[in-house]
């Protein structure tokens, strides 16, 4: 049995699961391998982390990171404390000084991941990271390898755990946003301070990691449209479901000829969307391309076990050797170049859900309709509620697809109207 060494700096909730894994007696890894990877140290800046792990003796336990990268006998370093630095830093040491390295830095890859792949193949070293998307759903495996015969068409889904869980529960329970945070607050899904993932950042970074290698080009992180879940109202959920749909928190690439659209925000599915039904804290990813077709993969996008599941399959690709063959071969790690216009927020073409505030008198609806006319909106469906809400009466539209800066002219116009009561609530629908 030959041993692969690992080093693994940041021992966190997924660090502990990773030890766990490879502290295993009857590991499966040594029931399927004949080269495993093996824990040699751990560094961790609180030395308290020492007592809970109950370490045995010949694991090296430190505070000093560098001991792990300046170890000759390390061959692989696993980073796992999150955001940019001092990842950033411990990453480039490790590569400078010949070893390989796992993450799960979605942060830093998404917004220094060609810098990094670059210094990587520099030092004719690997970056592995699974567990940056979808936890323990193979993603990056499938994007990189399993469909590498496609031209990948789309990629949508749901990545981010916190957010459906907020979803779901405003959805079947009828609670409102503030609640359904507060709730997953207490349940640890959410974090003290929710923004990344509640404003749709942590699904951006994520996004720009499966964008990347899905369509092998290289992009500003900075050009990823993203808007988050904090003004989604319960009322545009209760329509939205009567007319057919569930809302989603999605992260959408798609190409229309040499353009991508990056994009993530609250969108509507129609009910019988293979997505609408992921309920909850987890994930699940639809790929379309140009040889299988569509394809989904679900699973839980986060947590201990999950993630350390991913953590240690690339591990194991470090160790097998497949890392280094993997990143080396492939054009994707090596150019950045940028293949594809990135869309302009008001290029996008999705179907619109539109909710208006008005003055309950003949002629209206004749004069939103004319206005969304003019801008070549096309209706799809209305309706509309005898509930009043301060003395107007909420009229609520599909249309057809429509660009995004049409909507944006026409919904400008239609705010004149003293009809028109309030702002003008539009969500972006996904009928494919
Ligand atoms: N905060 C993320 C989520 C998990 O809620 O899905 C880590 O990527």
Redesign the pocket.
Known sequence: MKAFNVGLIGMGTVGAGVARILLEKKSPLLEKLDCVPVLKGIADSNPEVKSKLNLPSEILFTTDGQQLLNNPDIQVIVELIGGVHPAKEIITAALEKGKDVVTAN?MLLALHGSELFRKARQHGKSISFEASVG?GIPIIAALRDGFIANRIESICGI?????NYILTKMTKEQVTYSDALAEAQKLG?AEKDPT??VEGI?SSHKLAILARIGFGTDFDYARIYHEGIRSVDLSDIWYAHELGYTLKLLAIAKKDNDTIELRVHPALLPHDHPLSSVQG?F?AICITGSAVGEAMLYGK??GQMPTASAVVADLVDVALGRAGITFSAMKTFSRGSERFAIADVLQFKTCYYLRFSVVDKPGVLAKISGILGKYEISIASVIQHKAKENGNVPLVMMTHRAEEGNLQKALAEIQQLDTIKDDTKFLRVEEE
């Open positions: 979605k936890g990545v981010n755990g916190t957010t899904y990344m993932d942590d804290v994930n996008g986060a």
